[in-house]
């Protein structure tokens, strides 16, 4: 059967154009298909890897049967097109023919003059395993891997099963949950105790990020809340909403470093100036010394710094602008962290201000290369 996309579809804003060489240098699984029908145009290596397809294998192919459930496709163009900012929950269909859940987003460009539409997509396969496995788990609390608590209907916990204890403390029978879990929201809370719905909410709790689903036992005064451990998904969203946020479609130079001028992230027209294949790690004081000394502390200290500079035979406007965040684990407004190993001598504390050295999901200031333009040597 041809799948039809959402005619409102054609409402999203185009970003303009993007080249199929950008497309094939993402970092994550990208689909490419036409905006009139929804045909794919072509897929990248990232998808490959992921999912099996090649661009030969499925170009001018109705993109619905990508999808391990077809109408997964035409509930994320109408989610879309409707401006929702949520990421849509799909089943793709592997090469081999396994479900394969992953989140995924839309964007409107123009490629070889052509309208297109880019789907990103983020694996949560993981996290779907994690919530069945809860499922599975609820029925054997004291065996279950995540933290199991019951309560009564003042939050007084009653019962907990030893991961429970674990994380909160060996003599929780007593204790108000609520006090214990304060990220656990009161609308969450009021949604529980009218007892119309199962409600999940992720929490931050002792440096650990939990997934609880929490559901009221009809006609009772018991509450039952199972826990699933998802800080790792939760440094890998960060990582991703980098990624996506970093301007690698730019065609003008752009880099971000830390408060001591190490590269955190560079685009492809930043490293091509050097003829590096990364500047990663690299400092950007010694790729481009002119900014050393009193430049260097205008951007720390005034946030927003033009400077000119000479590279090679070749001169650049610079536009740097410092953004400093405080918190480790945070993200500041549309910035979010880069990954740093967590003995690095460049990692920060949580809480520390963003003087400190290096980046650390927001623990150090940022210096945002945002703009260059080549001009005549004098």
């Not at 799948?3 to 497309?23: A, K, M, N, Y």
């Not at 689903?213 to 998904?233: L, M, N, R, W």
């Amino acid at each position: 059967m041809t799948h039809h996309p959402d005619p409102s579809i054609s409402l999203l804003p185009s970003r303009g154009e993007i080249s199929p060489q950008v497309v094939d240098g993402l970092p994550m699984p990208v689909l490419i298909t036409r905006l009139s029908d929804d045909h794919v145009v072509r897929v990248n290596p990232e998808f490959e890897t992921a999912y099996g397809h090649t661009t030969g294998s499925v170009a001018d192919t109705d993109s619905a049967g990508l999808h391990y459930e077809p109408s997964d496709r035409r509930t994320t163009l109408e989610r879309q097109a409707r401006g929702e900012i949520a990421s849509v929950e799909v089943r793709l269909r592997s090469a081999e023919g396994a479900c394969c859940w992953a989140h995924a987003d839309v964007a409107r460009f123009e490629m070889d003059g052509e309208e297109v539409l880019l789907t990103t997509f983020y694996d949560i396969q993981d996290r779907k395993a994690s919530e069945a496995l809860v499922a599975e788990m609820a029925r054997f609390p004291e065996m279950n891997p995540g933290p199991v608590v019951r309560l009564d209907t003042n939050g007084i916990i009653r019962r907990s099963n030893g991961a429970a204890r674990a994380l909160l403390g060996s003599d929780l029978t007593g204790k108000c949950f609520w006090e214990l879990c304060p990220d656990f929201s009161d609308d969450a809370r009021a949604r529980v105790l009218a007892g119309d719905e199962t409600v999940r909410q992720d929490v931050e709790l002792l440096e650990r990020w939990l997934r609880l689903t929490v559901t009221h036992a009809s006609g009772t005064d018991q509450i039952f809340v199972y826990g699933s451990d998802i800080t790792k998904e939760k440094a890998a969203e960060r990582e991703l909403a980098e990624r996506a946020r970093f301007p690698a479609m730019n065609p003008g130079p752009v880099a971000r470093l830390d408060a001591e001028g190490f590269v955190l992230r560079a685009n492809p027209a930043a490293t091509g100036i050097f003829g590096k294949e990364t500047l990663v790690d690299l400092s950007w004081l010694d790729l481009c010394p002119d900014l050393r000394g009193a430049p260097w502390n205008r951007v720390l200290a005034d946030g927003l710094v033009q400077h000119e500079a000479q590279l090679g035979d070749r001169w650049f406007s610079f536009a740097l602008r410092h953004e400093p965040v405080r918190r480790a684990g945070a993200l500041s407004g549309d910035e979010s962290g880069a990954r740093v190993s967590p003995g690095s001598p460049r990692h920060g504390a949580p809480g520390q201000s963003c003087r400190q050295t290096s980046v650390r999901y927001g623990t150090a200031g940022r210096l945002q290369l945002v703009r260059t333009r080549a001009r005549r040597q004098p």
